[in-house]
Nanobody, 124 residues
């Protein structure tokens, strides 16, 4: 089993930056693809970004492309999401996820393990 714990969320003004971390425990996730999702109030959980185990493949949602950067440090069993130029519409609970297998996926159903989420609030 894999446990994921997100951190780094908070309140930031529009145009600001935050860096989210996702620490994995239970076993190594160095061979797992990982992703970030977000869910705003009253909306479905949506894909943000995904990264392959080797970091050789990365995929972003159009809404965050050019502003967000996903990365990972397999030695630390941790994934990151650097968020720049934040907008009020980025306000959501952000979730880290890992999947059994190396392939990238953008659907919620493609992931096997989820963290509890961290709140990101962007004020205008």
């Amino acid at each position: 089993q894999v446990q994921l714990v997100e951190s780094g969320g908070g309140l930031v003004q529009a145009g600001g930056s935050l860096r989210l971390s996702c620490a994995a425990s239970g076993r190594t996730v160095s061979r797992n693809a990982m992703g970030w999702f977000r869910q705003a109030p009253g909306k479905e959980r949506e894909f943000v970004a995904a990264i392959s185990w080797s970091s050789s493949s990365i995929y972003y949602a159009d809404s965050v492309k050019g502003r967000f950067t996903i990365s990972r440090d397999n030695a630390k069993n941790t994934a990151y999401l650097q968020m720049n130029s934040l907008k009020p519409e980025d306000t959501a609970v952000y979730y880290c996820a890992a999947r059994e297998g190396p392939q990238l996926r953008s659907g919620v159903a493609g992931y096997d393990y989820w963290g509890q989420g961290t709140q990101v609030t962007v004020s205008s």
